[in-house]
């Protein structure tokens, strides 16, 4: 496969973009594997990747029932942090962040990772203490972290709207500097091409319809290509895990699958340099500028379950409502597009990355609004998970026996409710 290199760029513009090849190749499905992944978005196609690369797995595939990428990988709004504060969450997150950060070099495809700052909007003192705990915590951890006062907010984001008698008067931000957004399609593209190098059998409009087992374990996989004999599956089908472990017979997953919507606006002149978070008095509002000049954005899920890729009208009047409270400029800016995606919300807020009650299937899942930035990560942690047979230290409480250990990985607080946990 041609490398991308500006001597190949070159090349190319002067003899008509011929040279270049396809960038991973459309499989049939053979009849057995070593490994089948179920999922042909990040999480799937990292998983498949690092198996290749770190564990020296030759004999993988990914199956997608539709496209790359046409599930949530493709229609987040890109945000990449590490500012999170539970043990496990914290080194994984971290770890996600430094994969994160040399991602474009690994992949030899430029996943247009912008370290612009995610800078979080503080409202009362004791938001401020709050944020300097985890903050604090974040910086002894071996990450970034910083806490604005408003003189310095005002200076990087003059726009907001600082009016005092707002009804959540801003007061200063949290802030990590090496947070930023990715250009999600080229993630996705960019780990399908560089695992399709290292031997992994793409194969996308390939549904798991049914799944065969035997004696506590996978024999294989029907799907609307054929029958699939695999000597382990892994899950990472995102808002379908609970279809597919229906599938398996296993009964339910502490996990709920609802709605998530994101909107882009028309194309702007530059506005805003960083990402930004409104939360509080029960808004959640997030939002940052794409290179095209689009305002990408979002807020809450919709506050019904459902496996649907589109959403519901009362979250566009809701996000817009915190646009414009944030950002009164936005006031006449038109709405290009808004879609949807379906988020795996688990009981706490974490995921879970962990066996199952059969001998060879693994569960990747329980990503809620989190699991692009984990993408790399999860990856990481998944392909080692499903190649030894046993848990990193880093994951080994994200398994779906936790709740039974009495551990809640709850990043908000929030308690049991998925719909809760953002
Ligand atoms: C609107 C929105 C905004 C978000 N914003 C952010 C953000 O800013 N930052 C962040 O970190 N996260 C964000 N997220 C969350 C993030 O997008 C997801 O957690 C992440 O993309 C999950 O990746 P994935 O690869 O597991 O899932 P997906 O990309 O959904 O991949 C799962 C794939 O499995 C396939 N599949 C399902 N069932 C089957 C089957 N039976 N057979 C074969 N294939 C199957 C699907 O077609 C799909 O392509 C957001 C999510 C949404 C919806």
Redesign the pocket.
């Known amino acids: 496969m041609t490398r991308f290199s500006a001597w190949n760029v070159i090349k190319n513009g002067l003899s008509n973009q011929k040279g270049w090849d396809r960038q991973w190749q459309d499989c049939e499905p053979k009849d057995q594997y070593d490994v089948v992944i179920?999922?042909?978005?990040?999480?799937?196609?990292a998983t498949a990747y690092y198996l290749a690369k770190n564990h020296g797995i030759k004999n993988i595939a990914v199956?997608?029932?539709?496209?790359?990428?046409?599930?949530?990988?493709?229609?987040?709004?890109?945000?990449?942090?590490s500012n999170y504060f539970q043990p496990g969450n914290r080194q994984f997150y971290e770890h996600s962040l430094k994969l994160w950060e040399n991602l474009s070099h690994e992949l030899n495809y430029n996943v247009m990772f912008s370290q612009r700052g995610h800078v979080s909007l503080l409202h009362s003192p004791s938001a401020i203490d709050t944020a300097a705990r985890r903050y604090n915590t974040m910086r002894l951890t071996g990450s970034d972290a910083e806490i604005w006062g408003l003189k310095k907010l005002k200076q990087k984001i003059p726009h907001l709207n600082y009016n005092v008698n707002a009804r959540f008067p801003i007061m200063g931000a949290a802030v990590q500097k090496r947070a930023g957004?990715a250009r999600?399609d080229a993630v996705?593209w960019g780990f399908a091409r560089a695992a399709d190098q290292r031997g992994v059998n793409i194969i996308q409009n390939?549904?798991?319809?049914g799944i065969k087992r035997d004696k506590g374990k996978i024999i294989g996989l029907e799907?609307s290509r054929g029958f699939i004999n695999c000597k382990k599956v892994g899950f990472?089908?995102?808002?379908?895990?609970t279809?597919?472990w229906n599938?398996a017979g296993l009964g339910e997953l502490p996990i709920e699958s609802h709605?998530?919507?994101?909107f882009v606006t028309e194309p702007l002149k530059p506005l805003l340099d960083h990402v930004v978070v409104f939360g509080v008095g029960g808004a959640h509002f997030?939002i940052s500028q794409s290179d095209k000049g689009g305002l990408v954005f979002?807020g809450d899920l919709d506050s019904y379950k459902s496996y649907a890729q589109r959403g519901n009208l009362p979250i566009v009047q809701d996000v817009a409502e915190c646009a414009t409270s944030i950002l009164p400029c936005l006031g006449r800016v038109r709405l290009l597009r808004h879609?949807?995606?379906?988020?795996?919300m688990s009981m706490d807020g974490s995921h879970f990355i962990c066996k199952t009650p059969l001998k060879n299937l693994y569960l990747?899942?329980g990503?809620?609004?989190?699991?692009?930035?984990?993408?790399p990560s999860?990856g990481w942690y998944f392909a080692d998970l499903i190649a030894n047979d046993r848990p990193d230290g880093v994951i080994a409480n994200h398994d779906l026996k936790r709740f039974e250990r009495g551990i809640n990985i709850d990043e908000r607080g929030a308690g049991p409710d998925p719909k809760l946990h953002g």
């Open positions: 179920v999922g042909g978005g990040i999480h799937g196609l199956v997608e029932k539709g496209w790359l990428g046409g599930g949530n990988a493709g229609r987040n709004t890109t945000i990449v942090r957004t999600h996705v390939c549904e798991v319809i799907t990472s089908a995102a808002g379908n895990t279809l597919l599938m709605k998530l919507q994101a997030y979002g879609w949807s995606g379906t988020c795996d990747n899942a990503w809620n609004y989190g699991g692009f930035k984990a993408g999860a």
